[in-house]
């Protein structure tokens, strides 16, 4: 694939050229799309009759990774929303296991 060049100040200063937020190719990035792709395949797996543990287990490992993605990126809405998330999905598994 041939990457086009562009000179640091006419990135600054176009309104043209997309350019993205996020870092690419570091830990994060890694880290950001397996927790997205884990999180897709467990709601695929939201409705399915005797798969709820398996669903929270992918569940809780997809979003500790975007809680991870947002400590490293210090974003705190990230933080904030994948922190409740996982104390919720930790405690619907705990839940789930002891009310019998």
Do not use: H, Q
Request: aromatic content about 12%; overall charge positive.
């Amino acid at each position: 694939m041939n990457k086009i060049k562009f000179d640091p100040k006419e990135l600054s200063n176009s309104k043209r050229i997309f350019k993205s937020a996020t870092p690419k190719g570091d830990i994060s990035w890694y880290i950001k799309w397996l927790g997205s792709i884990l999180i897709l395949v467990a709601m695929s797996m939201r409705g399915a009759e005797g798969m709820i543990y398996t669903d929270l287990s992918i569940s809780i490992v997809g979003v500790s990774c975007w809680l991870v993605v947002g400590i490293l990126w210090r974003d705190r809405a990230l933080i904030m929303v994948n922190a409740i998330g996982l104390f919720l999905l930790l405690n619907n598994t705990f839940n789930l296991l002891f009310s019998n």
